[in-house]
């Protein structure tokens, strides 16, 4: 899957801070993984038609890329995007595992949910402004985990990121990153959940003083 490497490769093309990454999979093996990079940036838009409108900021489109890796358990998925979220220097790692949305009982919101993992807008249905996507099974993957569940993993970078400047871990490098290998292993996948698993990976062993 080489996670890191695609991120790093990413962020070497936009040459802007991330604010969020996330990993989504269908719960099925062999499916593929969706990547997406919330980048902290806004574009200038406005005034092609009129000269004399007001420009207006708008968010930088996020960026999705599909993995085709081969994979028999979520776990193995797991271990690269925690070695990922240690070697960019995130605080934590989270991980929500859901349910199918066409399970009976689901409730709308767990088919929202469902939709804005794997990048879809559902208020502006087949809009695609908010996203430029390489991934062209996503929507078989949207619908595999409607009926399958799903797994996403989110961390929030230090290294490249918004958070450089923010980050107060006595794990960090001077660059915001950390040293492989990472400390923490997958956990196993049991029932889907209603509460998220958070992976701690961040340190503080100083004290720290309020300022006055």
């Known amino acids: 899957m080489n996670l890191l490497a ?6 070497g093309g ?3 801070p991330l604010y969020a990454v996330t990993v989504t999979v269908a719960r099925a093996a062999d499916t593929p993984a969706l990547l997406m990079l919330h980048w902290h940036g806004f574009r200038r838009t406005g005034g092609d ?3 004399q409108a007001p420009m207006q900021a708008q968010s930088v489109p996020g960026s999705a890329l599909q993995f085709n890796t081969r994979w028999l358990r979520v776990e193995e998925i797991e271990a690269e995007v925690l070695d990922a979220a240690w070697q960019m220097g995130a605080w934590d790692m989270e991980r929500r595992d859901r349910r199918g949305c066409e399970t009976i009982g689901a409730s709308s919101r767990e088919a929202l ?12 249905p087949g809009d695609e402004a908010h996203l430029i996507a390489e991934a062209p099974d996503r929507g078989e ?13 989110q961390f929030r970078p230090v ?4 958070w450089r400047t923010l980050a107060v871990d006595d794990t960090l490098e001077a660059d915001g990153s950390r040293k492989p290998p990472c400390p923490v292993s997958p956990r196993r996948l049991t029932e889907p959940e209603r509460a998220p698993e ?7 062993d100083h004290i720290i003083l309020p300022s006055r």
């Open 14 to 16: 936009m040459r802007m």
């Open 6 to 11: 695609t991120i790093l490769d990413q962020i």
């Open 159 to 162: 290294r490249d990121s918004l």
């Open 113 to 124: 949910e469902c939709r804005q993992a794997f990048g879809d807008n559902p208020f502006k």
């Open 141 to 153: 993957m949207l619908r595999v985990a409607a009926r399958k569940g799903y797994v996403r993993w």
């Open 198 to 204: 958070v992976y701690r990976l961040g340190r503080i």
């Open 49 to 51: 038609a009129d000269p």
